[in-house]
């Protein structure tokens, strides 16, 4: 009869113990991200970006300030692998401050050069256009005019009628005052800011929190980046989405490789994918109401066309240099005036 040595047999367990351990990991493919988009949202984008490659996903929702402070926080020993969402803006800064890493996706050349990083630092995955949400019916209830342009929101029958993000916290709002730049001027944007100021009822932490507020009527008149207002829209709220004449800024939300990030292979599936045109389909499938950056990529059914808005561009990375010198000058003379 055929025998076994007890030495066969531990070897044989030896590599079937280590086979199994080699297979579990290559099945436990794991991501931790800072999100930046609302949480919404980005569960739903991130659920099925996890469906299809199988990496599971840690998310950690922080609006783009509290964001980049503990990615800075954390650079000698980083706790996430991506920064997905925030303006781009947010993610050059992090890119000066050597927070981030580069990374050529192949999916990128479908990118036009002001949504992409050059050296691969940062990808937009997404753009919306900012704008108005208002409440028509409480608006005229209180005997007010609805609001059709930017300069409208100095008039003081809207005292204590508006709310908008805080610069202080939020990358939407830096978006709202580069635009105002753009179509004032510095100087006389911050003469509007002031003058406006009497008029915000609060100004949020969150770049969503004015839409939150106004789906509950808290406000009447939130200013923010436009996909929860034509969302609310869509499912029948009395509310209306308007785009002032002058004009309005956009974001172009992006992610970005933390350095020394744990989980590499993961972080660039993530990125390809995002950018890929089912990824950027995916935009439109989940109802995010996101506007692609992706030319042959629809924005969905209820989604205006880019077409139909009056857009302000405006240097990127000299918004970003800035940065720090407009929101400390927004703060003394906005709200210590």
């Known amino acids: 009869m055929f025998k076994i040595s007890r030495l066969t047999v531990v070897l044989t367990l030896a590599v079937m113990v280590v086979s199994f351990a080699a297979c579990s990991m290559a099945a436990d493919r794991n991501l931790v991200i800072y999100s930046s988009v609302d949480e919404e ?172 507020n106004l789906a509950i009527r808290e406000t009447s008149l939130a200013i923010q980046f436009t996909p929860a207002f034509l969302k609310l829209v869509e499912q029948g709220f009395p509310a209306q989405v308007v785009f002032p004449a002058e004009g309005v800024g956009y974001e172009a939300a992006a992610v970005s490789i933390l350095k020394g990030a744990k989980n590499m292979d993961e972080a660039k599936a993530l990125v390809d994918w995002i950018l890929s045109k089912e990824g950027q389909t995916t935009l439109s499938q989940v109802k995010t109401y996101f506007f692609p950056v992706r030319k042959d990529v629809s924005a969905g059914q209820g989604v205006p066309s880019l077409a139909e808005i009056q857009l302000i561009d405006y240097d990127r990375e000299k918004a970003a240099a800035d940065k720090g010198r407009i929101v400390d000058r927004w703060v003394t003379e906005v709200l210590g005036q």
């Not at 980005?42 to 299809?52: D, K």
């Open 41 to 212: 949202n980005a569960t739903n984008i991130l659920n099925v970006f996890s469906e299809t490659t199988g990496i599971k996903v840690n998310m950690v929702f922080l609006s783009s300030g509290p964001a980049l402070s503990r990615i800075e926080a954390e650079k000698n020993n980083p706790q996430a692998d991506v920064w997905f969402g925030a303006p781009n803006e947010n993610h050059i800064v992090a890119r000066d401050r050597g927070l981030t890493q580069p990374y050529a996706s192949p999916s990128a050349k479908e990118l036009l050069d002001n949504f992409k990083d050059k050296e691969g630092y940062w990808h937009a995955f997404y753009m919306n256009p900012l704008g108005f949400g208002i409440l028509p019916e409480e608006l005229k209830g209180a005997g007010v005019k609805e609001p059709v342009a930017w300069a409208d929101l100095t008039d003081p029958s809207y005292k204590g009628m508006i709310q908008m993000p805080s610069p202080q916290s939020s990358g939407t709002a830096y978006a709202v005052i580069q635009t105002l730049i753009s179509i004032f001027g510095e100087d006389e944007a911050f003469t509007f800011m002031k003058k406006m100021n009497p008029n915000v009822q609060t100004y949020t932490q969150s770049g969503t929190g004015p839409s939150k």
